[in-house]
């Protein structure tokens, strides 16, 4: 098993919406497998199909903390059925945008349906960090990013700095 490439922003194709997952065979499983992986060593709290590249329906992700066991969770064609009215703001991080933060505000409580690695229809009631969490690697399956939350000058600030990153260690 090898951990994945993770695209940074930025990058088309983080910005591409993601197809469903037609049939979870073999092929999917070693990608869920390498994403869990990849989301571990990076290390990250989540980590979508289309930031290594692969524009399928599937997002891993593991809220616990370090001092606690993991917990990872695979969702496959997830889908959030039922939103919160209440709003929360926080900061968010991206595996695809370094070192960089933003406040996005978002419902306090979700709930997502979705298909775990065996097939099973699941669904999961969240609330605090993970349903934060859940509805950030959802908005990566339509290619949406934290930033895309923020005001344009600062999503246009992020993207600068970011391109420059790139050029310098390019260079
Ligand atoms: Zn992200």
């Known amino acids: 098993m090898a951990v994945l490439s993770i695209l940074t922003a930025p990058d088309a194709r983080l910005k591409e919406p993601a197809r469903p997952v037609e049939r979870i065979d073999e092929r999917v499983l070693a990608l869920v497998d390498a994403m869990l992986e990849t989301m571990y060593d990076a290390p990250g709290i989540g980590l979508a199909a289309p930031q290594v590249g692969v524009g399928l329906r599937v997002f891993v992700a593991d809220v616990s903390a370090k001092e606690e066991p993991p917990s990872p969770l695979v969702l ?55 349903a934060r969490c859940l509805q950030h690697e959802q908005d990566h399956l339509d290619g949406i990013l934290f930033i895309d939350h923020l005001s344009m000058l600062r999503r246009n600030m992020i993207l600068r700095k970011l391109a420059k990153a790139r050029r310098q260690s390019r260079a």
């Open 76 to 130: 496959i064609n997830p889908a959030i059925v039922w939103r919160s009215e209440e709003l929360v703001v926080a900061e968010e991080g991206c595996l695809s945008l370094p070192e960089h933060y933003g406040e996005v505000t978002r419902p306090a409580e979700v709930v997502m349906r979705h298909r775990d690695r065996e097939g099973s229809l699941r669904e999961i009631r969240a609330a605090g960090l993970l």
